[in-house]
T-cell receptor, first 115, second 116 residues
Framework: DSGVTQTPKHLITATGQRVTLRCSPRSGDLSVYWYQQSLDQGLQFLIQ???????AKGNILERFSAQQFPDLHSELNLSSLELGDSALYFCASSVEWGLDTGELFFGEGSRLTVL | AQSVTQLGSHVSVSEGALVLLRCNYSSSVPPYLFWYVQYPNQGLQLLLKYTSAATLVKGINGFEAEFKKSETSFHLTKPSAHMSDAAEYFC??????????????FGPGTSLSVIP
């Protein structure tokens, strides 16, 4: 158990819909990262937050947005969903934005299926 | 910019044989390097990491990796494969930048199969 909690574990929805994925980082971790994993794209970095502020952005679509709340949990919002958004979405946390230890702790992921 | 390549998207070894998973990186700053493992239906977990200390790094489950700056490589090895090693392995790089914040870049992954 990594200590990172993601909900829901599985989600099935239709094209055009909007979903919210939730992540609770390990106790004490200030940084949260979101990754998308699909068969054709591999593991893609989406976005990073540190203590409530956006720190780094990767290949995140404009239809996607995220935020980190004062209690440090994070939400990833996916809107106007397309078939190609079907993937496993991982949240990871780490202690410092500087990644001095370099270790990311991953949740078990949220599997999104868009029909 | 940083990037990671992993040679071989799929590697098969016999049980008891040497495991060698290749990773090459590109980084404009001194890198931190990692190997993560993903078992079926699970998240990624850290196997080992290089953070500019010893170049030969030992990790969990008998794995080790050697940082070779001249070759920009960080290959993962294990002397004797076990059935439980079957998983997806990801090499990753991060590093402190002058003008942007750190983030971890993952390679495409190598799927390891162990044949009884």
């Amino acid at each position: 158990d990594s200590g990172v909690t993601q909900t829901p574990k599985h989600l099935i929805t239709a094209t055009g819909q909007r979903v919210t994925l939730r992540c609770s980082p390990r106790s004490g971790d200030l940084s949260v990262y979101w990754y998308q994993q699909s068969l054709d794209q591999g593991l893609q970095f989406l976005i990073q937050y540190y203590n409530g502020e956006e720190r780094a952005k990767g290949n995140i679509l404009e239809r996607f947005s995220a935020q980190q709340f004062p209690d440090l949990h994070s939400e990833l919002n996916l809107s106007s969903l397309e078939l190609g958004d079907s993937a496993l979405y991982f949240c990871a946390s780490s202690v410092e934005w500087g990644l001095d230890t370099g270790e990311l702790f991953f949740g078990e992921g949220s599997r999104l299926t868009v029909l | 910019a940083q990037s990671v390549t992993q040679l071989g998207s799929h590697v098969s070894v016999s049980e008891g044989a040497l495991v060698l998973l290749r990773c090459n990186y590109s980084s404009s700053v001194p890198p931190y390097l990692f190997w993560y493992v993903q078992y079926p239906n699970q998240g990624l977990q850290l196997l080992l990491k290089y953070t500019s200390a010893a170049t030969l790094v030992k990790g969990i489950n008998g794995f080790e990796a050697e940082f070779k700056k001249s070759e920009t490589s960080f290959h993962l090895t294990k002397p004797s494969a076990h059935m439980s090693d079957a998983a997806e392995y990801f090499c990753a790089v991060s590093g402190k930048m002058k003008t942007s914040y750190d983030k971890v870049i993952f390679g495409p992954g190598t799927s390891l199969s162990v044949i009884p």
